[in-house]
């Protein structure tokens, strides 16, 4: 299942935003989104690969799977909010909410 911040990622993607332009309307730092999505995407290829498992063990493959949830709620959380400041302005631009 898609999490949120997925979503809200495919949905700015979709409207080809870029991070800097949905920090402008919602005053969510663009090097922090961009942080946290670049560490996701490498942290999600780590943990695609068998290699990663073979060499680390449980503890730190438990670590990696712990910061990959935790990097998924911190998303959730930004794209949350970003959400709830498009449908402020747009409510206060007379736009329907999206």
Do not use: C
């Amino acid at each position: 299942m898609e999490s949120i911040g997925e979503k809200l990622r495919s949905a700015r993607e979709a409207k080809k935003l870029t991070i800097k332009e949905v920090v402008k309307e919602t005053n969510i730092n663009p090097q922090y989104l961009e942080a946290l999505e670049e560490e996701k995407r490498h942290l999600m290829t780590t943990l695609n690969s068998p290699e990663f498992y073979a060499i680390h063990d449980s503890a730190k493959i438990k670590g990696a799977n712990n910061r990959r949830e935790a990097l998924e709620k911190e998303l959730d959380e930004a794209y949350r909010r970003w959400d709830e400041l498009e449908n402020m302005v747009a409510k206060f631009s007379g736009q329907p909410d999206r």
